[in-house]
Every structure is written in C-alpha cells, then in structure tokens.
C-alpha cells in the first residue's frame, strides 16, 4: 500500500511554483518554411549585386555588351585611308522670318554600310536656349561609297548664333566627320556665303 500510494503521489501533478503564474509554458520557436526561403532569397539577391557590380567594374563583359561605347565604336566600318568616316559634302541654311531650315548631304567613306545614321544639330539663338535635335539621315542604311542626305526645319526666335553639327549611329557610336564642302567647288571658307557659323568640333561656336 505504501508503494501504491507513493507511485500515485508521483503522478499526481504539481502544483505551479511561486515565480511560475499558472499555464506559462516555454516553447521553442522553429523558424517557417516561408521564412527560411526569404531568407535565402536575400542572401541570393546580395551574391548576385556583388557578383554583378565586380563584373561591370572590372570591364570584362564589354565585349558581350552592344550597349557600351567601346563596343558600337567596333562595329562602324574600317575606312581605307585610316581618316574619318564620312566627308560633309553640302550644309545649307535658308532662313525665314520665323523658320530657319538645314540641309545637308555626307558621303561615306568607309569600306561597307552605315545604318542608322544620324546628325545632331544643335541650334543657338540669341532669345532662346540651345534646342538639340537627332535628324535620320536618307537612306536609312548608306552603302560603301554613296551618299546620303538629311533636312532639319526649326521655328526661329531672333537671330541665329550658330549651328553645332555632329554624327552618330542609332547604336550609340560616334562618327567623325572632315568638312569637305569646298573640295569639290574650289572655294575657300572666306568665298562662302555668309551664314550663321557651323561648328564641326561638337563645341559651342564663340561670338
């Protein structure tokens, strides 16, 4: 019986201590599945941005990517006497009372097709600021040796200060160009007809 009663005592529940309020429990919090894959999804996300900025610092994907300067500058054509790709042959300016209109036309002198060529004109007034415009030239793809021509038509408020002209393609590369509008003519600068001043350094002309 003593034993009986011994084996009952132990098995009867305990009363909660002082320092324990009745129906605390401790448990251990297992972290979700849900938790534990954001978790991974960050640490995968900062491997990749660190991975990816040392690629982009370090310049070795240049060669994979149509989009870096370097690399559109490798894809315009080789021209045979190692000079510029295309020669300005014509740059005309008739301006109106409230319109001032640009033509031109440029040859290419490289050895194959520049596709998508475009000029930049830049026109400078003395009333309003500097207004940039990306003209396509036509054709749309000029071959090896032929030539191409381009027409910008721009509202006019006050006297025009200057012309800015440049040359690129559509993919981002810069084209250089040599003025060779009086070639063909005989005529030196000094003979032109006076026009407002064409800049062909990509810098602003001076007054």
Do not use: C
């Amino acid at each position: 019986m003593e034993n009986e009663n011994r084996n009952t005592n132990d098995e009867a529940p305990q009363p909660p201590s002082e320092g324990e309020p009745e129906g605390f429990r401790v448990e251990m919090v297992v972290p979700s599945r849900k938790r534990t894959w954001i978790l991974a999804g960050v640490v995968i996300a900062a491997v990749l941005f660190l991975v990816g900025s040392v690629i982009s610092s370090s310049g070795v994907m240049d060669a994979w990517l149509p989009w870096t300067q370097e690399y559109a500058q490798r894809k315009v054509p080789p021209v045979p006497d190692g000079g510029e790709p295309i020669a300005l042959l014509e740059f005309n300016q008739e301006r109106g009372e409230n319109t001032i209109t640009v033509t031109g036309k440029v040859l290419n002198r490289t050895e194959g097709n520049l596709d998508n060529l475009i000029a930049t004109l830049t026109l400078i007034t003395s009333l309003e600021l500097p207004v940039e415009e990306d003209v396509p030239l036509t054709p749309q793809s000029l071959e090896a040796g032929l030539e191409g021509t381009f027409e910008w038509v721009r509202p006019l408020s006050g006297e025009a200060g200057g012309i800015k002209l440049k040359f690129k393609l559509a993919s981002g590369a810069v084209i250089q160009h040599r003025d060779s509008r009086y070639e063909q003519t005989g005529e030196t600068p000094g003979e032109a007809p006076e026009e407002a001043p064409v800049d062909l350094t990509g810098e602003a002309p001076t007054r």
